[in-house]
């Protein structure tokens, strides 16, 4: 069995490193702060990541209409149904949730750890809106609470991150990977695979950068093209290659066999909204993606870091 996982998973779980550090079950509540972007509000750029959905990928998350004190009650009764003992973290999930001045982000951040159950806090952000005083904050409440950072880079590659209007540099990313990881603050990276034009070896490099950093975990998502969105625009103008299934099957394998075996896999596909999703359609079957890829790692008798 591989050697950080509770179960079948060939690759080093979630649910190992939470049952490992806290010795309980751990739910993520996905919330929503009502913050925006640099890159939409015309700060760094307009319009967003052409990926982006009009929530900013908080489709699943909390109503931004409510307290934060109410959405973290309702979502303890969607993910805890069958009333198992656990505790939670705060997720801060749509856009960009570091955006603003720090005394608007400690209001928040601190309303959610003052409710019952909350053990941290997961943020997440872009390189480029992290202020220093923000730093110096964050560093404080990484004294106080579990507290990880989650940046979206989605890929290395400057022609692909200019395509989807990410509006930052790989050298801002990972310098404020530096400057966590500096104060000690745990760092989440995003990735996307299947971006417009990509190949394989592209997608493999990002994940061979992201090694050469002091992060702890990473997100692996698949594109999924959505209505009402700029990617959506350019999908029906250009037509361009959406993986298949079996194509980010093996793509994910490849990435998790050359990934450092203490990276912490968060999540290794997407959740798209059904109504919303243009394609690709498997990607609305979850449960049987994660078996599929646990399926194959199982016949290709591989394991993340064997070729790290």
């Known amino acids: 069995m591989f050697e950080y996982t509770l179960d079948n998973k060939r690759y080093h779980t979630l649910n190992y490193f939470y049952k490992s550090k806290f010795g309980i079950k751990i739910f993520k509540l996905s919330l929503n702060g009502g913050f925006t972007c640099p890159n939409l509000d015309g700060t760094k750029g307009y319009g967003g990541c052409i990926y982006c959905s009009k929530t900013g990928s908080g489709e699943f998350g909390g109503d931004k209409f409510k307290s934060l004190t109410e959405q973290v009650e309702d979502m303890k009764k969607i993910v805890n149904k069958k009333h198992i003992p656990c505790k939670y973290i705060g997720y801060f999930q749509a856009r960009t ?3 603003a001045p720090v005394n608007i982000l400690k209001a928040k951040y601190e309303e959610v750890l003052a409710c019952p159950d909350i053990i941290g806090l997961n943020i997440a952000t872009r390189c480029d809106a992290i202020t220093p005083e923000c730093l110096d904050y964050l560093t404080e409440l990484n004294k106080k609470t579990f507290l990880t950072i989650e940046l979206g880079l989605q890929t290395i590659h400057e022609k692909t991150s200019k395509l989807i209007n990410r509006c930052h540099t790989l050298a801002e990313f990972d310098e404020m990977v530096k400057q966590l990881r ?8 995003h990735i996307i695979d299947g971006l417009p034009y990509e190949d394989e070896d592209m997608m493999l490099e990002t994940v061979k950068h992201l090694n050469n950093l002091d992060i702890q975990g990473i997100k692996i998502h698949m594109l999924h093209v959505i209505k009402d969105t700029e990617m959506a625009k350019l999908y029906e103008k250009e037509k361009f290659h959406v993986l298949t299934k079996d194509e980010y099957i093996d793509i ?48 290709r008798n591989t394991y993340q870091g064997i070729k790290y």
């Open 97 to 99: 949730n570091t955006y």
């Open 182 to 189: 500096k104060r000690h603050i745990n760092v989440v990276v």
């Open 252 to 299: 994910v394998i490849k990435q998790l066999e050359i990934l450092n075996p203490k990276i912490i896999i968060n999540r290794i596909t997407s959740d798209p909204d059904k109504d919303l999703l243009i394609e690709p359609k498997w990607l609305c079957e979850k449960c049987q993606l994660l078996n599929d890829i646990d399926k194959e790692m199982k016949k």
